[in-house]
């Protein structure tokens, strides 16, 4: 039962790690100063990248347990 949504249960920790390093709440770095400048370049696309993944992670397990989708 849980091997089949295998995929679906990576891309949720995937998006949930996203979410919160996008969002500050995990930490990248020790060092403030780098820390900082990961964030800046990173940090944009992790806080719409994250939820994004989550979403989509949610649909397809629920669309799998349905049986909406083709996938056996």
């Known amino acids: 039962m849980l091997a089949a949504y295998i995929d679906e249960i990576i891309m949720f920790f995937a998006g949930a790690w996203a979410t919160a390093t996008g969002f500050g709440y995990l930490r990248v770095s ?3 100063i780098a820390e900082e400048k990961w964030r800046a370049r990173f ?3 992790l806080k719409w990248i994250g939820p994004l993944l989550l979403l989509i992670a949610t649909v397809l397990a629920v669309a799998k347990f349905t049986g909406a989708s083709g996938a056996t």
């Open 43 to 45: 940090g944009k696309h």
């Open 30 to 32: 020790k060092d403030p």
